[in-house]
């Protein structure tokens, strides 16, 4: 089975940085990775499907990029709402595997 | 608006079975297919197994392999999950996720979760 890599496990940075995650999956998955946010106590929500693609309603702030086995998640601008567990997914077969998580906080 | 309602919480005894079932409603049913994810307390989404509702068709994690069974019933637009011979490694919240129809099909939609106890 492809495993999914995720960078940092966590990070704290400030309101208004830019802050970015990585995900590698184990073999090349071309464009098929998903990214969601999760905040304590919620529902996963989906944030990029297709590596780059904007979920509607979701904040330009986020963005995806990467193909292959080397994805990415920014925020460009981190804001306090942002506090989260983000978790990449590969979504070409089964298994859909998901990365290990990335806690983001505020310092 | 799709929406995704799963069944209640449960306290189950090491060795039993659990069966979560899963609601849809805004869209045509069998056109998506269906996930269920689990989360251990503090720990991370892990993906169990898919199902295709117009097929009956469905993909496992190995890890569960033998003691998940995913089925659906259309008529009802609802989906099934079992698990059998829980233990306490088994208490988590368990979501369904229903497939969006955008490029790679992510999981987009998402039940409230169903929080499984297993105690003695």
């Known amino acids: 089975d492809i495993q999914m890599t995720q960078s940092p496990s966590s990070l704290s940075a400030s309101v208004g940085d830019r802050v970015t995650i990585t995900c590698r999956a184990s073999?090349?998955?071309?464009?098929?990775l998903a990214w969601y946010q999760q905040k304590p106590g919620k529902v996963p929500k989906l944030l990029i499907y297709a590596a780059s693609s904007l979920q509607s309603g979701v904040p330009s702030r986020f963005s995806g990029s990467g193909s292959g086995t080397d994805f990415t998640l920014t925020i460009s601008s981190l804001q306090p709402e942002d506090v989260a567990t983000y978790y990449c997914?590969?979504?070409?077969?089964?298994?859909?595997?998901f990365g290990q998580g990335t806690k983001v906080e505020i310092k | 608006q799709v929406q995704l309602v799963q069944s209640g919480a449960e306290v189950k005894k090491p060795g039993a079975s659990v069966k979560v079932s899963c609601t849809s409603s805004g869209n045509i049913f069998i056109r998506y297919g269906f996930h269920w994810v689990r989360q251990a307390p503090g720990q991370s989404l892990e993906w169990m197994g898919w199902?295709?509702?117009?097929?009956?068709?469905?993909r496992y994690s190995q890890k569960f392999q033998g003691r998940v069974a995913i089925t659906r019933d259309t008529f009802a637009s609802t989906v099934f999950m079992e698990l059998s011979s829980l233990t306490s490694g088994d208490t988590a919240v368990y979501y369904c996720a229903s497939e969006m129809e955008v490029p790679t099909w992510p999981a987009g939609h998402w039940g409230q979760g169903t929080l499984v106890t297993v105690s003695s």
């Open positions: 997914q590969k979504c070409d077969t089964a298994p859909r595997t």
């Open positions: 199902i295709n509702p117009a097929s009956g068709d469905t």
């Open positions: 073999q090349g998955i071309s464009n098929y």
